[in-house]
């Protein structure tokens, strides 16, 4: 079995083809003669020859979406954490080691090119990755779509860690010119902000005209999407905003040459950078103005292609437009104006259209990321959207009242201003009242929803929320991260797998077979020691391969409790000092992730991990049994590294607080065994993994919720357990910031009388769990046993089941069986 059997044979393509197509790349796009080329230009040279092979199909999928009239998703979205494309794009069209065949005959390294293409980094995390996996998921099932949303000319910031603190620098993948994408200049639209309106007679007195004060133009920028064997593909439009005027002649003739493009700075400021926070909201102006830009932009794309070949009231049988979390909450409002005002759509059969159309994906349960905005400034900004949003909120309102629901207490729940303090606009409950259909990410989030946020609107409206567990795409973060294990498990369970990733249960029948374990387990050291290389190269902490790979990557936040996985290797220091001679598991902790800008506690703990490691890693008495790492610049390319070589994942986030997580599924589908809560998506990985197969430890959801009503100060807790009292100790000693003994100190306070994440309270039940998976990783063939059940029994967490569950209840789009 070699790499190439993994795909498609290619079809009418072959190396000599390539090899030509590439050269003349180089020659007439790059403007490079071979013999002068850098690695660079034979990237570029590389990508629009795989672009070319694309492009070919793209055209046939539209063509074909058009012609047979299909219904349309639009997946709008404020981030898309797409990772790189080149070897992505390859694979999905069979053409991987055709490929590296062509580049090798002209002295090219596929794998070198690989890694220079820029990873964009249009999103923060899990939010954003997801959209990318289902983009791509879309396109394996021919699922006509377009995804939405910015180009930010800065991504997500770089991260540096420099003595052991985060720093940021601008991420600026555009530098070098983007093969992948095409710009639309053609396709621009006017997005508004400001001004006033006007009530016109007409429409039920429903209508108006809006003037606007200052105009921006959306510009679309397409990069097409290949699915998986190159059957389909769909396209990714995301907007540029440009000044309609970009220079005032009339200013700069007056000598104001910079007065004379001031305009153009604000109009363009609107996609310059992506807001590096996570679960939580800037909610600045300019947030806003990104929000209402892409959603406006995309709404009027939309329409525009539906009314060529179809009228407006067959908008819900053509159209399904999914909202990624609140983000393009506004666009509910949008496509009422758009309807009402230019459309002259009555006002029930808009709102009819509207809720025909709309279906909203909640993330987050997070008091702090639910968004809202100030009504002043939403007064100012977009005049028109706040009289269509109170005339909703006054109709929903009234339709309650006629249902005999007066409750004022109830009415204000659920009211789309809030008016507790300072009046605000909040998007949830538009996002809600909009939709036909709301969706949690996991079975355990869904059932929060119903509970919390949105109680009172589950019991007005008991059909409307669904749960949509979360997938990711088996060819990035399987196929493609992890070809070594790909190629053990086509060998074992079939070339169909790579299609049809439930075909991977059958690994139970085999779980016990000890020449697989055997194959299983020198696959994963292979890939160990390529993540210990750049381990080294990138930190200078030199790791063993056989040493257990315990991974906690992911976002740095408190609910994340990466505190309590440091707090827990402090412990176990202290251990191995106290005890030198046990026989202990060798361990090599490995973090990742990046803190918003502004979150200093995040940042802190980024220190103490840095700090930590700094004086573990420097520990001779230890024989190299524990060492901690942190590698910088967390992002997908890195992810796809890290995953492979992984032994333990740690999915340890306070119960009820992690709405599904995704990580937790590229790691178990790569044969990592899950340190977890009851928590997200865990909840499942437990049914299908079996309880045997993971170590599910610390407070429920409810235990949570009873635990922070009785009081959250933990002086007891921390007296009862002398493993984690001695831990804080050495933390508020200064122990491991001997140049700031204070370092510590608040940290160590907040533990113990305001542990609001319940890290003190889930310490000794994560310690145990701990030296539980110690004990396994000394039997090996139950080590590998568990694996197998878990490469097995994640196959659902497959983003094609997530897909085709949105298509059959959400959207109503037939699927191609
Ligand atoms: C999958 C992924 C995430 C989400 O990880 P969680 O563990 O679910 O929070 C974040 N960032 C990147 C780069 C990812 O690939």
């Not at 001997?738 to 510590?744: A, F, H, L, V």
Request: charged share 25%.
């Amino acid at each position: 079995m070699t790499a190439s059997q993994l795909a498609l044979p290619s079809q009418d393509e072959d190396v000599a083809a390539l090899r030509r197509l590439i050269v003349n790349k180089l020659a007439y796009s790059v403007g490079k003669d071979p013999i002068a080329a850098r690695a660079h230009d034979w990237f570029l040279a590389t990508a629009l020859a795989v672009r070319d092979r694309v492009i070919e199909r793209w055209m046939t999928s539209t063509r074909a979406t058009k012609a047979e009239k299909k219904k349309r998703v639009y997946y709008l979205s404020l981030e898309f954490l797409i990772g790189r494309s080149l070897v992505d794009s390859l694979h999905n069209l069979g053409l991987t080691e055709t490929m590296r065949t062509a580049l090798g005959e002209l002295g090219v390294d596929l794998e070198a090119l690989r890694g220079l293409e820029p990873d964009p980094a249009l999103g923060n995390g899990g939010l954003g990755r997801l959209a990318a996996c289902y983009m791509e998921s879309m396109a394996s099932l021919a699922v006509p779509a377009h995804g939405y949303g910015i180009r930010y000319e800065n991504g997500l910031f770089r991260q540096v860690i420099k003595d052991g603190e985060q720093q940021e620098f601008p991420d600026t993948w555009l530098e070098h010119r983007n093969p992948w994408e095409f710009e639309r200049p053609e396709v621009a639209y006017p997005i508004g902000f400001g001004g006033s309106v006007e009530a016109l007679a007409g429409n039920g007195g429903h209508a108006a005209i809006w003037r606007p004060a200052e105009t921006v133009d959306a510009i679309a920028f397409d990069t097409p999407v290949v699915g998986w064997r190159g059957r389909h593909v769909n396209t990714l439009r995301l907007w540029s905003a440009r000044a309609p005027d970009p220079l005032r002649l009339d200013t700069f003739n007056r000598g104001d040459h910079l007065g004379a493009l001031a305009a153009r700075g604000r109009a363009e400021a609107i996609t310059q950078v992506l807001y590096p926070s996570d679960e939580s909201e800037a909610g600045q102006e300019l947030r806003l103005r990104q929000e209402y830009f892409f959603a406006s932009a995309s709404i009027q794309d939309l329409l525009r292609r539906h009314l060529e070949t179809a009228p407006l009231e067959t908008l819900p049988d053509c159209v399904a437009i999914q909202l990624n979390d609140t983000h393009p909450a506004i666009g509910v409002a949008e496509m009422m104006r758009l309807l009402v005002d230019v459309h002259q759509v009555e006002w029930e059969k808009a709102w009819a259209l509207t809720q025909g159309v709309f279906s909203y994906t909640n993330h987050t349960l997070l008091p702090e990321a639910l968004e809202t905005w100030p009504v002043p400034l939403m007064e100012r900004l977009l005049p028109r959207h706040m009289q269509i949003i109170y005339l909703i909120n006054a109709l929903h309102l009234d339709r309650l009242a006629e249902g005999g629901k007066t409750d004022p207490a109830l009415l204000a729940t659920v009211s789309l201003i809030d008016e507790h303090g300072p009046r605000r606009v909040r998007m949830g409950p538009l996002s809600f009242l909009g939709s036909h259909k709301v969706n949690g990410v996991s079975a355990l989030h869904t059932e929060l929803m119903k509970e919390t946020v949105f109680r009172d609107f589950h019991a007005l409206y008991p059909d409307r929320i669904v749960n949509k567990t979360n997938g990711i795409t088996f060819r990035r973060w399987l196929h493609e991260a992890n070809p070594g294990l790909t190629r053990l498990l086509v060998e074992v369970a079939g070339e169909s797998v790579l299609d049809k990733a439930e075909g991977l249960e059958m690994l139970a029948a085999h779980s016990g077979d000890s020449a697989l374990h055997e194959r299983l387990a020198r696959v994963r050291r292979a890939n160990k020691e390529v993540l210990g290389g750049i381990i080294e190269e990138r930190t200078g902490i030199r790791v063993d391969p056989d040493a257990m790979f315990d991974v906690q990557i992911k976002r740095i936040h408190e609910y994340k409790r990466q505190l309590l996985n440091i707090l827990e290797t402090v412990a176990l220091y202290a251990a191995m000092r106290a005890h030198p001679t046990s026989d202990w598991t060798p361990r090599v902790k490995i973090f990742a992730g990046k803190a918003a800008a502004s979150y200093h506690r995040a940042k802190l703990i980024i220190k103490l991990i840095n700090d930590v490691a700094a004086v573990v890693n420097a520990d001779a008495t230890l024989r190299g049994r524990l060492k901690v790492a942190f590698l910088p610049n967390y992002n997908v390319s890195l992810a796809e590294r890290i995953i492979p070589a992984s032994d333990l994942s740690e999915q340890i986030s306070t119960a009820g607080m992690e709405a599904s997580g995704t990580g937790n599924m590229k790691l178990a589908l790569n044969g990592a065994l899950t340190i977890g809560t009851l928590d997200g998506a865990n909840v499942e990985i437990l049914e299908r993994v079996g309880a045997d197969n993971i170590f599910i430890f610390g407070m429920t959801a409810a235990e949570v919720e009873a635990r922070r009503a009785a009081g959250i100060d933990m002086a007891e807790t921390i007296a009862a357990s002398p493993m984690l009292a001695q831990a804080l100790e050495e933390l508020r000693s200064g122990r491991f910031s001997p140049g700031e003994p204070d370092r510590y100190r608040s940290l160590v306070d907040d533990l113990t009388h305001r542990d609001y994440f319940l890290v003190s309270a889930d310490f000794d039940a994560y310690a145990s769990a701990q030296a539980e998976v110690a004990q396994r990783w000394r039997d090996p063939a139950a080590w590998w046993r568990s694996a197998l059940l878990n490469i097995g029994g994640v196959s659902w967490f497959s983003s094609d089941r997530a897909v085709r569950e949105y298509a059959e209840d959400i959207w109503n789009v037939p699927l191609a069986r």
